[in-house]
């Protein structure tokens, strides 16, 4: 590459925001100018939204980046990289665009920042097309966290489509390194929990029946096992605008966390959203996996930068995540392969995805 940009066709795979995602961080992280073409090609609005000119600011932002083409509709971006720094630092999608994407891409790089960050990120909390900020912090954070890293997700406003408005503040700390993880255990499931919850305009009805729907759909397939899903009215003042959802995860008995999640809109009735939300978990505990379909492809980046082998059991593997294991062998050192997984009963789909990490050291410590 010897001093030019690395080039990245942004409308190959999943050809989306996440390839944005993946390959800013790490531009961020080696130190790598980059050359983005061809942005979310196959999209229905093509080139940038919001959400990812937001991202891309934070990442220009965290390192005294410099950034080209960052405006809405763009479908080309050049970035050069400066070094990373830590403190407060702003991003506002001033739409519902999603605060936990910009936490995926901005996470990795405080990691190996000079000093502690704290990020306000205000956009939707719980967003169509993103994992909901309770996905974030019920089932992401305790399993990303094995790492060997920790962080503080405090939900100061939850906001929703279309206006958005919620704000949650992350505190993060550098490391020197992470540590590989080692997720092929499954366990038996121990425990299901979660939450039902409506916002604003929405009576509290809403959330018990979502909350009672799910527990008649999990009861059918599972039927010894206590279920509490609490209903939940989000207090006015934590909340901007009206919305309503529900997470429900299953914990097994080696420390797995797998979900399914759901989002309430006008004219869909709120049993459906319920037992979507069930269904889906129910489909992730199916597959004899370690990890569910949304932690799939997030786990991809720190596998890649960690120190050592990493190995996640996983159940069929998802477009983003092909996607994310591209662009992390693409741009790192490291190398994954993923391979069916053998000793299961073969009738389950299920995978084993190893990463020979490439090492990240933080220079700052």
């Known amino acids: 590459m010897d001093g030019d940009r690395v080039e990245i066709d942004g409308g190959i795979m999943e050809g989306g925001g996440q390839i944005l995602r993946v390959s800013t961080a790490l531009s961020c992280l080696l130190g790598l100018p980059l050359r983005v073409r061809r942005i979310r090609a196959g999209r229905s609005q093509p080139g940038l939204r919001p959400q990812h000119l937001s991202g891309l600011e934070i990442i220009r932002d965290l390192c005294d980046g410099k950034l080209e083409g960052g405006e809405i509709g763009s479908t080309e971006i050049t970035f050069t990289p400066g070094k990373i720094r830590g403190g407060t630092h702003i991003a506002d999608t001033k739409t519902a665009g999603s605060v936990c ?15 502690p960050s704290e990020l306000h990120l205000k956009g939707g909390t719980n967003a169509e097309m993103a994992p909901q900020i309770d996905y974030t912090v019920m089932v992401f954070k305790p399993i990303v966290e094995k790492f060997n890293f920790s962080f503080n997700c405090d939900i100061k406003r939850r906001g929703y489509y279309p206006q958005g408005g919620g704000e949650v503040i992350v505190q993060m700390s550098p490391v020197k390194e992470l540590s590989p993880i080692n ?16 916002a604003g305009a929405l009576p509290i009805k809403l959330a018990k029946d979502m909350s009672a729907a799910a527990v008649r759909c999990i009861r059918k397939e599972i039927r010894d096992l206590y279920i509490n899903i609490q209903p939940v009215r989000e207090p006015d003042d934590q909340a901007f605008g009206t919305g309503s959802g529900i997470i429900v995860v299953a914990e097994t008995s080696t420390g797995c966390l797998l979900a399914g999640s759901s989002l309430g809109k006008r004219g869909k009735n709120s049993d459906k959203v319920g037992i ?3 269904e889906i978990l129910l489909r992730n505990l199916k597959h004899g996996g370690t990890v ?8 991809i980046i720190f596998m890649a930068l960690a120190k050592g082998v990493s190995k996640v059991k996983s159940g069929p593997i998802t477009l983003h995540t092909q996607t994310a294991i591209h662009f992390a062998e693409h741009l790192t050192k490291a190398k ?6 053998e000793e299961e009963d073969p009738s389950k789909d299920t995978y084993i995805i190893e990463c020979q ?7 700052n410590l």
């Open 101 to 115: 994407l910009l936490m995926q891409v901005a996470m990795p790089c405080v990691l190996f920042a000079a000093s």
């Open 183 to 198: 997720l092929t255990e499954r366990g038996t499931v121990t425990k299901i929990y979660g939450r039902a919850f409506v």
């Open 276 to 278: 979507e939300a069930a």
């Open 292 to 299: 569910d379909d949304s932690l799939q492809d997030q786990l």
């Open 336 to 341: 994954f392969t993923v391979t069916k997984s």
């Open 357 to 363: 990490g490439m090492g990240m050291i933080n220079p």
